[in-house]
């Protein structure tokens, strides 16, 4: 009688990029950062750097897809 020969499991790897630009929710939600944060903010009014730092709900369902597809342990 002949062994059987498991196929190995592999393990999914997380996109890295994927995961720092997006967070999950508590409730679920998938948000993002606002990209333009970094440089050339000299003249731009502290109103407008004020709203940089918040996180904006992602609309698209197919970007939705997309990130579960590259960071699927995303926290």
């Known amino acids: ?13 997380t996109h890295k990029a994927t995961s ?3 967070r999950l929710t ?3 939600v998938l948000v ?3 990209g333009g944060k970094s440089h050339l903010r000299r003249r ?3 109103r407008t750097k004020a709203l940089f730092a918040e996180m904006v709900k992602v609309k698209g369902t197919k970007v939705i ?3 579960n597809r590259l960071a699927p342990n995303m926290e």
């Open 1 to 13: 009688m002949t062994a059987k020969v498991k196929t190995p499991k592999y393990k999914l790897k």
């Open 20 to 22: 720092k630009r997006f």
């Open 26 to 28: 508590g409730s679920g």
């Open 32 to 34: 993002r950062t606002k």
């Open 44 to 46: 731009t009014p502290s």
């Open 65 to 67: 897809k997309r990130v």
